[in-house]
């Protein structure tokens, strides 16, 4: 019999096949050689695991391997030893980033830092679709850092109440104090919200607004400006014209409505202290010739106004 002669087209095939092969990346870090599942990211990165990694740390993952499989081919290890043994890839139409972040969760090894919110999001919605306890924990722990319980208050909110993380909604839910909810900014974040949990924030936001005009309208922490009538504590004659101080008031509500943490008012220096509405409160005084004396006392109606603040709500009610 003729030996086989090879055409063309086969060389071209088997050089492609070739190229294939040997253009297989396997990620450094997961490449174990005796492990039995290999994943297949986005971007076509192979990552060699132990299917029971898999299987005791994801509920997907755990639910997929339960499944009956196909029938698979037996190949002929004399053309092919290879391959006899070369599990099949499972394609995970996540990124790189997503799939080696999470992996390295579920193997406990150790994780990068995490740099910013979109990161911790695009992980986070992996862990939920694989249903993976574990990585979801621990990205948990990590979102109570200064570096994002400040940075992005509102959004740590919103994922807290999806994952149902109630102290750290609480802690988030304090944070968010600094911030105006109703600028256009965070209509979108604030979207993402169901009525049941963003009712608790606007409520925070709004009782601390309401609650601080019912304190500074109170004859009783400030006599000299509530008090019907009031006479000039120096000369005991002339009646206060308290104008300046509903005034002053009325500036305070406002930004306090504005940023209910409240933490630029009843202060002796800084932007509110400068306000036009401030310097005529404090410079008001008896219109009494020959009297003059000053019609309210700084420094106590501004540690009274620190001590209303104090006593507001700072977190959603459960």
């Not at 005796?34 to 994801?58: C, P």
């Not at 909110?157 to 944070?175: C, D, I, M, P």
């Amino acid at each position: 019999m003729a030996a086989p002669r090879y055409t063309k087209i086969d060389k071209i095939d088997a050089r492609l096949t070739s190229t294939a092969l040997s253009a297989r990346k396997y990620h450094p870090d997961f490449s174990f050689p005796d492990a039995d599942v290999i994943l297949r990211s986005f971007e076509g990165t192979l990552y060699r695991i132990h299917s029971y990694t898999l299987r005791t740390t994801s509920g997907l993952f755990n639910t997929m391997f339960n499944l009956p499989q196909p029938q698979k081919c037996v190949k002929d290890p004399h053309k092919d030893p290879k391959g006899a043994d070369e599990p099949e890839e499972i394609p995970i139409f996540e990124s790189d980033f997503v799939v080696e972040r999470l992996l390295r969760l579920l193997c406990s090894i150790p994780v990068p830092t995490w740099e910013s919110y979109d990161d911790v999001d695009r992980v986070l919605t992996a862990a939920e679709k694989w249903d993976t306890p574990g990585p979801i924990a621990s990205i948990r722990a990590a979102l109570t850092r200064p570096q994002f319980l400040t940075s992005d208050p509102l959004r740590l909110y919103v994922l807290a109440k999806h994952f149902g993380w109630n102290e750290e909604a609480k802690l988030a839910s304090t944070q968010t104090l600094r911030l105006n909810l109703h600028d256009p900014i965070y209509a979108p974040t604030l979207a993402r919200l169901t009525s049941k949990d963003l009712l608790p924030l606007l409520n925070l936001h709004r009782k601390r607004r309401d609650m601080f005009k019912k304190l500074l309208d109170s004859p009783g922490r400030f006599a000299a400006g509530n008090s019907s009538p009031y006479h000039c504590s120096r000369c005991g004659v002339t009646r206060l014209d308290n104008y300046t101080w509903r005034e002053f008031k009325n500036a305070m509500f406002a930004e306090i409505d504005r940023r209910p943490l409240g933490d630029t008012l009843g202060l002796a220096f800084g932007p509110a202290a400068e306000w036009p509405e401030a310097k005529a409160c404090w410079e008001a005084m008896c219109t009494m010739e020959g009297c003059g004396g000053l019609n309210y006392d700084r420094i106590a109606t501004l540690r009274q106004i620190r001590n209303c603040i104090e006593l507001l709500p700072t977190t959603i009610e459960d």
